[in-house]
């Protein structure tokens, strides 16, 4: 009758266990339950990955892209960080993180994960710069060759 004494202490512990998970879940269920984000749809006509497939992986993507530019000095533009802030900066403020409402900082304040992202990247698309208008060039000074012109093999420009 031992046995079942403590197989009846083990039930309970159990319950016990099972019941204090359950309380502990509907507190952050409630505070979680907050409003989602909405988002400002992209720019483009689609995203480069299935929507599903971005919200869990995104991060995986844009540290594998990180690793292959800067370890391994490939440069490819599919999942660049460049690109998703192009798409996604917001109209209103122009970024992706620069208020609780735009892209990124939306879902990173729903989810409670810190953005270090802009610790070393801007939050806002770049503008190209201007054309070499503004430069003085070498053709301009009557010299015949162009500072700026892409140079071949052998020194020659194109």
């Given at each position: 009758m031992n046995g079942m004494a403590s197989?009846?202490?083990?039930?309970?512990?159990a319950l016990l266990a099972g019941a204090a998970a359950l309380t502990a879940v509907a507190p952050y269920q409630a505070t979680a339950g907050s409003a989602k984000p909405m988002l400002e749809r992209g720019k483009g006509e689609q995203c480069v990955e299935d929507?599903?497939?971005?919200?869990?992986?995104?991060m995986d993507l844009l540290k594998?892209?990180?690793?292959?530019?800067?370890?391994?000095?490939?440069?490819t533009t599919k999942h660049s960080l460049k690109g998703c802030i192009e798409c996604h900066a917001s109209t209103k403020t122009g970024?992706?993180?620069?208020?609780?409402?735009?892209?990124?900082?939306?879902?990173?304040?729903?989810?409670?994960?810190?953005?270090?992202?802009?610790?070393?990247?801007?939050?806002?698309?770049?503008?190209?710069p201007a054309a070499a208008a503004n430069i003085p060039s070498a053709v301009s000074a009557g010299t015949g060759s162009n500072p700026l012109a892409p140079v071949q093999a052998g020194g020659k420009t194109q």
């Open positions: 197989l009846g202490k083990w039930l309970k512990l929507t599903q497939f971005m919200r869990r992986n995104h594998h892209h990180r690793d292959d530019t800067m370890r391994k000095g490939i440069r970024s992706v993180a620069a208020g609780k409402d735009d892209f990124c900082a939306s879902c990173h304040i729903y989810t409670a994960v810190k953005l270090d992202c802009w610790d070393c990247h801007a939050t806002k698309p770049m503008k190209k």
